[in-house]
């Protein structure tokens, strides 16, 4: 059986060092961006920082953003509204599953 994968585009595996490479940003430019709240790495055990290739990806859009004149407290709220955005979606989905199967509709 293989693996999900998106899973390890979830990982948090990647070093600040790495994600600066790959991105093209400063390790100082990573950090501020996760102040602002913008990526949230994990911590390891030692305080290091650890990203997956989705904070990956998230970084280049918002470098791509900044570049583009958008303010990082704009980045932000957008993050927040889409955010929202998907988990009412997704008690849509539920609220209507819920009733599909209450009410003994099938979807073939």
Partial sequence: MAADPSSFKEKKVIT???????TGLSERQIRYYEERKLVFPERTPGGSRRYSFVDV????????????GVQTYEIRQEMIKEKKKHKDE???KMIQGQLNARFGVRKY
């Fill in 57 to 68: 990806e998230q970084l280049v859009e918002i470098a791509n953003k900044i570049e583009d």
């Fill in 16 to 22: 600040i060092g790495i994600v600066s490479e790959l």
């Fill in 90 to 92: 997704a008690h849509k």
